[in-house]
């Protein structure tokens, strides 16, 4: 016991040093809020202000956030003590970092770092937003959701919507306003929802409002609220909501139940840039965590997984479609590989796949089909020979070579095979065909002159 004694006294002195190394005096947190001038103040909660400022430390200005509580709500001491508490505990690159802290004066003051883009809920109907970057904001806030609810103690954050989340000068997301989290199983009403004008209401499940029950399933739906927001770019609260069935969670379900999809529902600012697998997989999620039972719900690393699977599609599709064919799902479909899933199978394969040959079935028709579709894709398919009198023509398909001749279906490869040679495609590259081109041409004349003398030892 005195070996225990011993190492918690000295794990008590290390906490109290951090902590006191952590403490910003009062007449500097004036300093850099302008004595909390409101034209500092860039948000507030039911019992708090948010202001703008810098804090002088070592002679450098660091840009910060400063959240003072109101000293005469009843609430004001315990919400600082829980987010002082659980920024103490939790450090993670999504969560925010806390800076230092004041409790002069009766003062309750939490600093934090400042993030230059603001809040997440200012920038959803922004069309520069672009999905690439919607969908890395949402991984940021599932993973640092992830790592709240993984932890040694299993933490609830409880108000989790676009506002508390705060973007730095990277779009990085980061999870902020801890004052109402709590461990699992807490059964205290959240008095922010029962608040009738809360827009809080918007991000929290029904299912909470008949048991009072909180597990991490809870935080799971508001997460889910934040990826419908995204998608639609709007808030989950919009002017005209008076109850929670009106608000954006549960219009994006029933619009999904009735008509089988979220189309209509999309921002029209980034429409055009959502890649279809993408889209797919980030609906499927999103409507995960927006089921009524907690137990249906995913959890926060599901979440995760599933979005980077989203992401992985989206830069698939932005990366590599320009480098396909134009219409090249109608030449696979006049290929051998006619019956491939292209929908599902990512771009960068499929552009591997034409870069190192494609073979074409052998008939007239794909071959007639073959020379629209090649001709259409003048910008990916390049012509390397012409013969303005048999209008014969070479074409390069994609990356490298796949050589086709509009007046003979006959195509060659050049590794010997056991099926007719005549049903595959000939892969060369540029020098190789000019050199099968000029080996042809001189077969050509050796085999007429042969020909002819031939024909005149016969006839001798």
């Known amino acids: 016991?005195?070996?225990?004694?011993?190492?918690?006294?000295?794990?008590?002195?290390?906490?109290?040093?951090?902590?006191?190394?952590?403490?910003?005096?009062?007449?500097?947190?004036?300093?850099?809020?302008?004595?909390f001038n409101d034209y500092n103040c860039v948000g507030e909660g039911r019992s708090w202000k948010i202001y703008e400022g810098e804090v002088v430390d070592a002679n450098e200005c660091t840009p910060v956030f400063v959240k003072r509580w109101d000293r005469e709500s009843p609430r004001s001491h315990n919400e600082f003590l829980v987010e002082l508490d659980c920024l103490l505990a939790f450090k993670h690159d999504n969560?925010?970092?806390?800076?230092?802290y004041c409790t002069e004066i009766d003062e309750n003051i939490i600093v934090y770092e400042h993030t230059s883009n603001g809040k997440l809920d200012k920038h959803l109907c922004d069309c520069s937003l672009t999905w690439m970057k919607r969908l890395k904001i949402c991984i940021d806030v599932a993973?640092?959701?992830?790592?709240?609810?993984?932890?040694?103690?299993?933490?609830?954050?409880?108000?989790?919507?676009?506002?508390?989340?705060?973007?730095?000068?990277?779009?990085?997301?980061?999870?902020?306003?801890?004052?109402?989290?709590?461990?699992?199983?807490?059964?205290?009403?959240?008095?922010?929802?029962?608040?009738?004008?809360?827009?809080?209401?918007?991000?929290?499940?029904?299912?909470?409002?008949?048991?009072?029950?909180?597990?991490?399933?809870?935080?799971?739906?508001?997460?889910?609220?934040?990826?419908t927001e995204m998608l639609c770019g709007r808030l989950?609260?919009?002017?005209?909501?008076?109850?929670?069935?009106?608000?954006?969670?549960?219009?994006?379900?029933?619009?999904?139940?009735?008509?089988?999809?979220?189309h209509k529902m999309i921002f029209e600012g980034m429409?055009?840039?959502?890649?279809?697998?993408?889209?797919?997989?980030?609906?499927?999620?999103?409507?995960?965590?927006?089921?009524?039972?907690?137990?249906d719900r995913p959890k926060a690393n599901v979440v995760v997984i599933q979005l980077e699977e989203a992401l992985r599609f989206q830069e698939d599709y932005e990366i590599w479609e320009h480098k396909l064919p134009i219409d090249y799902e109608e030449i696979i479909k006049i290929s051998k590989y006619s019956e491939m899933n292209y929908s599902t199978t990512t771009k960068k394969d499929l552009y591997n796949m034409f870069s190192t040959g494609?073979?074409?079935?052998?008939?007239?028709?794909v071959n007639n089909e073959l020379q629209q579709t090649l001709e259409s894709n003048s910008n990916k398919v390049q012509l390397l020979s012409q013969n303005g009198v048999n209008e014969k023509k070479d074409f390069i398909l994609s990356a490298k070579e796949v050589v086709y001749d509009s007046s003979n279906v006959k195509h060659f490869l050049l590794k010997p095979s056991t099926e007719s040679r005549f049903e595959e495609v000939i892969e060369l590259l540029p020098r190789q065909v000019l050199r099968f081109k000029c080996k042809i041409?001189?077969?050509?004349?050796?085999?007429?002159?042969?020909?002819?003398?031939?024909?005149e030892a016969r006839d001798n």
Not at 95 to 100: A, N, Q, S
Request: charged content about 25%; aromatic content about 10%; proline content about 1%.
């Open 95 to 100: 969560l925010i970092t806390l800076v230092g």
């Open 441 to 455: 041409q001189s077969l050509g004349r050796i085999w007429r002159i042969t020909s002819v003398r031939v024909l």
């Open 143 to 227: 993973k640092g959701l992830r790592f709240f609810h993984e932890g040694k103690r299993v933490d609830i954050h409880r108000d989790i919507r676009s506002s508390s989340i705060l973007l730095d000068g990277d779009w990085n997301a980061k999870i902020s306003n801890f004052e109402s989290s709590c461990v699992r199983g807490f059964t205290n009403k959240l008095e922010h929802i029962n608040d009738k004008d809360s827009s809080s209401l918007g991000y929290t499940n029904l299912q909470y409002e008949e048991d009072g029950y909180v597990s991490e399933e809870f935080d799971v739906y508001s997460l889910g609220v934040i990826l």
């Open 271 to 295: 429409k055009e840039q959502i890649a279809p697998q993408s889209l797919k997989t980030f609906q499927s999620i999103t409507l995960q965590c927006l089921e009524y039972e907690y137990d």
């Open 358 to 365: 494609i073979l074409l079935q052998d008939s007239k028709l």
């Open 1 to 35: 016991m005195e070996v225990v004694i011993k190492e918690l006294t000295m794990a008590l002195n290390f906490q109290k040093t951090y902590k006191n190394n952590l403490h910003i005096s009062l007449e500097a947190i004036k300093s850099a809020t302008k004595n």
């Open 236 to 262: 989950a609260w919009f002017e005209g909501c008076v109850e929670h069935s009106q608000s954006l969670g549960p219009l994006f379900v029933r619009h999904y139940n009735e008509n089988g999809d979220i």
